[in-house]
């Protein structure tokens, strides 16, 4: 059973900083690809990035590349998305996620869909 912990989220002004974690246990942490979503209050839950095994690809959504930074730690089981220059449009929960299947880098998923295990969300919100 693969669990996910999301941790660091809270309350920031606009052009702030945060940092999220993420522990993973459960399985070979290193093997799999690991993505962060985040769901606004009535919106879909949207992609927000995404970092291969071995943490040498990375993939953004447009509305956070050159903002936010994917990286991980497979010494500590962890995922980590540091957010800078923050807007009130980045208000949302934040979920990591892990999928099922072992993607090998050269494609790194961007659908929910390609997620089968979730963490229970870190809420992060931006004031303006």
């Known amino acids: 059973q693969v669990q996910l912990v999301e941790s660091g989220g809270g309350l920031v002004q606009a052009g702030g900083s945060l940092r999220l974690s993420c522990a993973a246990s459960?399985?070979?942490?290193?093997?799999?690809?690991m993505g962060w979503f985040r769901q606004a209050p009535g919106k879909e839950r949207e992609f927000v990035a995404t970092?291969?095994?071995?943490?040498?690809?990375?993939y953004y959504a447009d509305s956070v590349k050159g903002r936010f930074t994917i990286s991980r730690d497979n010494a500590k089981n962890t995922v980590y998305l540091q957010m800078n220059s923050l807007k009130p449009e980045d208000t949302a929960v934040y979920y990591c996620?892990?999928?099922?299947?072992?993607?090998?880098?050269?494609?790194?998923?961007?659908?929910?869909?390609?997620?089968?295990?979730w963490g229970q969300g870190t809420q992060v919100t931006v004031s303006s």
């Open positions: 996620a892990a999928p099922d299947t072992w993607y090998s880098g050269s494609y790194l998923p961007s659908s929910a869909y390609d997620y089968t295990y």
């Open positions: 459960g399985r070979t942490f290193s093997s799999y690809v």
């Open positions: 970092i291969s095994w071995s943490g040498g690809s990375t």
